[in-house]
């Protein structure tokens, strides 16, 4: 009997094609020979459309992001372990304990198969050194011009420690708002990639799995009220979002905003505020003021949190403003952008 696939992919000259979209021996071989060879753990070699998982013995937490990033690969990171990291962080951030990926691939007609391993061993990377398996995934082809090379969506599956409720809707006046490190890395990093920036001193994308940061975290202060990352938008829009969903203000200070030189320069020469770029290694914390110096030690222990500040405190405000105190001494609302400046950097 001959083997079932007589020829291995190409991985270095082959393109991807409609029939490895198809439900036949085409996409078997691809899903074998390359997610599968990247991503492998006991859950995938169970090798049935969905996982059998272990028993969770607390409440759930999932979430799931679509990753649309261009270019694909940037300094510091690329769509795949972009898509591990951003959707492990939407769980972690919940206060919850990340256990479990879902991916679910969109590749375009002529992909280079070549850059699907290199995205696909990246995934595979991310996911081992987080310790958050890809269980279960999918896979699908769409005509040349349909697509944008590829598009992943995860799904995240975590466990919610016992007594923990982070919810946006959690903050109070009075309450004291932190910030892990410096802003704006990541979404400058893909905008000067884009745009052949250079300078001289590169910008590297902040891309990480942050539930190690989080643990340690909610260790030091179990009685946090809220956490954020703060990607697409950036720190603003993430202020306004938790502003509205609890009700309150948030006021903050320029000054205490770490920015890092390059990538204020790289806004100012593209005229972006770098309150609204996307980050997805950062995150806000806002947790009463009795626990603001336990919570701050804990992120500045942690080589994820070395950067963490406070930059504000949550006010009365029945208007939901987000405020800014400038460094000339003035204020200025921080408000929701229309759109966003930089479409397609997550």
């Not at 905008?191 to 989080?214: K, Q, W, Y």
Request: aromatic share 4%; with cysteine; proline share 6%.
């Amino acid at each position: 009997m001959s083997a079932p696939y007589a020829r291995p992919l190409d991985l270095k000259h082959g393109l991807v094609d409609l029939t490895h979209g198809s439900g036949g021996r085409a996409m078997a071989q691809l899903i074998r020979e390359l997610f599968v060879r990247e991503l492998a753990n006991e859950y995938l070699a169970q090798g049935d459309d969905g996982a059998r998982l272990g028993r969770a013995t607390g409440r759930l937490v999932v979430a799931t992001d679509a990753h649309v990033v261009s270019p694909l690969f940037f300094p510091g990171g690329d769509i795949g372990c972009l898509s591990v990291n951003g959707t492990i962080n939407d769980v972690a951030v919940m206060g919850a304990r990340p256990l479990y990926l879902a991916a679910s691939f969109v590749l375009e007609e002529g992909f280079p198969l070549a850059d699907l391993a290199k995205i696909a061993a990246s995934m595979g990377r991310a996911s081992r050194e987080a310790g958050v398996p890809v269980v279960t995934g999918d896979t699908k082809v769409v005509e040349r011009g349909k697509a944008d090379g590829v598009f992943i969506t995860t799904t995240g599956v975590g466990e919610l420690r016992d007594g923990i409720d982070c919810s946006g809707a959690n903050a109070r006046p009075g309450d004291v708002v932190l910030l892990s490190g410096p802003i704006g890395a990541h979404g400058m990093a893909i905008m000067a990639c884009r745009e052949n920036l250079s300078f001289d001193a590169p910008i590297v994308s902040d891309t990480a799995a942050l539930h190690g940061l989080v643990d340690a975290l909610l260790r030091a202060a179990p009685g946090l009220h809220t956490m954020r990352d703060a990607t697409r938008g950036g720190v603003g829009a993430t202020l306004n979002e938790i502003a509205q969903q609890s009700g309150v203000g948030i006021e903050i200070d320029e000054a205490a905003i770490p920015i890092p030189a390059p990538v204020e320069a790289a806004c100012e020469l593209l005229g972006l505020d770098p309150l609204y770029v996307a980050n997805e290694g950062r995150l806000l914390a806002i947790c009463p003021p009795d626990l603001a110096g336990d919570a701050l030690g804990a992120l500045r222990a942690h080589p994820l949190g070395a950067g963490a500040t406070r930059i504000g405190r949550v006010i009365e405000d029945p208007r939901r403003f987000v405020q800014m105190r400038t460094r000339l001494g003035g204020r200025r609302i921080v408000d929701w952008l229309h759109g966003d400046q930089l479409p397609r950097i997550c």
